[in-house]
């Protein structure tokens, strides 16, 4: 596709795009969020100076898809320099020509593969027989043989089925909704986004569970700490350092779970690093084409 082809195949357009970013960057302005604002932008505002992301995908010949995960990438790098390095990185190593058609099924394929996600659905017949329909067609597409409407509609359909006959069971519905998030064809504009949201969601909640922590103590912790905004309690103290003031000085036991939770979540968002530049390496390795007329 000529719209899938990285910097429509034109040096010029990459190095307008990298200098733009560069000159964020060197300035100080560079953030996570929002896209465009005060003249400070993200990855996206800084290539087209607007909170556009169809425009950048656009402007630099990459899948909407794409674009539209490459925020969440970025908002999984920490401190806000490891973002930046990221998103130079994401430009750089784009090859000028290259075809990036079949990167979004590519990278849902990887997704779909998770060991823990795999390990669920295999639990539920339903649930495995529509990851890997799911599969099949996201093979297809990378192969060059796109499957056509009605079957994405029939595997996606399968998937809600197969949701709708699992129980409450908070983890088998996370990774239902993973395999349901990727029952899209990649030129779905946010097919690669909503899937890594659901797969990091699920990742999240297994890596609770581990620990036991319950959506109650998770309540309790919101509750203490409205009540202690209220009264003004260990108001010095700000963000995170405040509940755990809270929690260190009136709920020790808790405290002490509430930080492996906060350990378990710091880990979690590792998932979006691994991806990001597991994604680039896609990226770089496609072939390279030539715009098409």
Same mark, same amino acid.
């Given at each position: 596709?000529?719209?899938?082809?990285?910097?429509?195949?034109?040096?010029?357009?990459?190095?307008?795009?990298?200098?733009?970013?560069?000159?964020?960057?060197?300035?100080?302005?560079?953030?996570?969020?929002?896209?465009?604002?005060?003249?400070?932008?993200?990855?996206?505002?800084?290539?087209?100076?607007?909170?556009?992301?169809?425009?950048?995908?656009?402007?630099?010949?990459?899948?909407?898809?794409?674009?539209?995960?490459?925020?969440?990438?970025?908002?999984?790098?920490?401190?806000?320099?490891?973002?930046?390095?990221?998103?130079?990185?994401?430009?750089?190593?784009?090859?000028?020509?290259?075809?990036?058609?079949?990167?979004?099924?590519?990278?849902?394929?990887?997704?779909?593969?998770?060991?823990?996600?795999?390990?669920?659905?295999?639990?539920?017949?339903?649930?495995?027989?529509?990851?890997?329909?799911?599969?099949?067609?996201?093979?297809?597409?990378?192969?060059?043989?796109?499957?056509?409407?009605?079957?994405?509609?029939?595997?996606?359909?399968?998937?809600?089925?197969?949701?709708?006959?699992?129980?409450?069971?908070?983890?088998?519905?996370?990774?239902?909704?993973?395999?349901?998030?990727?029952?899209?064809?990649?030129?779905?504009?946010?097919?690669?986004?909503?899937?890594?949201?659901?797969?990091?969601?699920?990742?999240?909640?297994?890596?609770?569970? +581990?620990?036991?922590?319950?959506?109650?103590?998770?309540?309790?912790?919101?509750?203490?700490?409205?009540?202690?905004?209220?009264?003004?309690?260990?108001?010095?103290?700000?963000?995170?350092?405040?509940?755990?003031?809270?929690?260190?000085?009136?709920?020790?036991?808790?405290?002490?779970?509430?930080?492996?939770?906060? +350990?378990?979540?710091?880990?979690?968002?590792?998932?979006?690093?691994?991806?990001?530049?597991?994604?680039? +390496?896609?990226? +770089?390795?496609?072939?390279?084409?030539?715009?098409?007329?």
């Amino acid at each position: 596709m000529a719209d899938a082809i990285a910097f429509h195949g034109d040096p010029a357009v990459k190095a307008r795009a990298t200098a733009r970013l560069r000159q964020h960057v060197a300035a100080g302005s560079f953030v996570y969020f929002p896209a465009w604002e005060d003249g400070k932008a993200n990855a996206i505002g800084a290539v087209v100076e607007a909170d556009d992301t169809p425009a950048y995908a656009a402007r630099l010949g990459y899948p909407t898809a794409l674009a539209e995960t490459l925020p969440m990438l970025i908002n999984g790098f920490r401190p806000l320099s490891e973002a930046a390095r990221f998103a130079e990185a994401w430009l750089a190593r784009t090859p000028v020509g290259g075809d990036l058609s079949a990167v979004v099924s590519r990278m849902i394929l990887d997704l779909l593969a998770k060991p823990r996600l795999c390990d669920t659905t295999c639990r539920h017949p339903a649930l495995e027989e529509s990851r890997l329909a799911i599969i099949a067609l996201h093979r297809r597409a990378v192969e060059g043989d796109e499957p056509d409407r009605q079957q994405w509609k029939a595997v996606r359909l399968a998937a809600v089925a197969a949701t709708d006959a699992l129980g409450d069971d908070v983890l088998d519905r996370a990774a239902a909704s993973t395999v349901e998030s990727a029952a899209w064809p990649g030129t779905m504009r946010t097919v690669l986004r909503d899937t890594l949201n659901a797969l990091g969601a699920f990742e999240l909640r297994v890596a609770l569970a +581990e620990i036991g922590w319950t959506p109650e103590e998770e309540s309790r912790v919101f509750q203490l700490r409205e009540q202690a905004e209220k009264n003004a309690y260990k108001a010095e103290f700000q963000g995170l350092e405040r509940v755990y003031a809270i929690l260190d000085a009136d709920h020790p036991e808790l405290s002490a779970r509430f930080r492996k939770r906060c +350990e378990r979540l710091e880990q979690s968002s590792e998932m979006y690093v691994t991806t990001g530049w597991r994604l680039i +390496e896609m990226i +770089e390795t496609s072939p390279i084409l030539t715009a098409q007329a």
